[in-house]
């Protein structure tokens, strides 16, 4: 494992990146990667396009994905590795998440078209997005494109995040019922970015309890920009708990300079490996 370049945790135009599959396959082809998961928000639309690139890259190819998820009233993103997509239990939830965004994206339009004085919003981000549930990012695009904001932070600053006149809360699936589709699906449940919603200590160990307690068997470890306690802190989770590591770069679009798909820490020697689960 050691050796290995490996990215479980990447984005495709088949969600909110601005690759397509194939360019993206090529990318980590050209930065080394031969083990990679493409992880797009709630859908697998990609997946036949990059199989068929990831066999010319000579790139081993995972089934990924990255469903938003409800844990009690908190939004969260697990990821899911190697499951059967032909699964009828897992098409049935990507079909269950689709309608839940095209269903946010729809209100969505209809507040962002209110609070600036323009039409067409919902319309607009399906234009750039090329499906009928955008995701923030788009509208993101739409309202730098219409002359709202300066770019996209300061879309999701005015507009988009939590609290704002745009931001529209989403019904996902439990958490537990994602772990449970994963898992009767072929697959292994991930918690993505643990970081990043900035719980206590003692509140990310709540949720790892009940996350092992539903079947999840990963948390993503090695990722990018992480600081040093942070980091810290997820190795003594994984060590509490009956848990494997899993990482990538949540790359979405070279514009990310700071972010290389496939250039991630490497795992302390010894951390159980989440692709020693897939291979079995």
Partial sequence: MQGLVYDYHCHTTASDGSLTPTE??????????QSLAITDHDTVAGYEEAIVAARAANIELITGVELSVLWGRVELHMVGLGMELSAPIFSHLIAQQQGARTERAIKMGVRLDKATGLQGAYEGACAIA????????HFAQWLVANKQVRDMEHAFNRFLK????????TPWVT?????????????????????RYRFTRMKLRRLLSEFCTYGGKGMEIALPRLAPTQTDMLYDCLAEFPLVA???????SPQQHWLTLGKIPPLKEGTPFVRSLLNR
């Fill in 175 to 195: 958490l537990q019922e994602a772990v449970e589709v994963i898992n009767q699906s072929g697959g292994i449940a991930v918690i993505a970015h643990p970081t």
């Fill in 162 to 169: 939590v609290g704002r006149s745009g931001y529209v809360s």
């Fill in 246 to 252: 899993s990482g990538g770069s949540d790359f979405h």
């Fill in 24 to 33: 993206l396959v090529q990318l980590a082809a050209e930065h080394g990667v």
């Fill in 130 to 137: 090329g499906t009928v549930a955008p995701g923030r990012p």
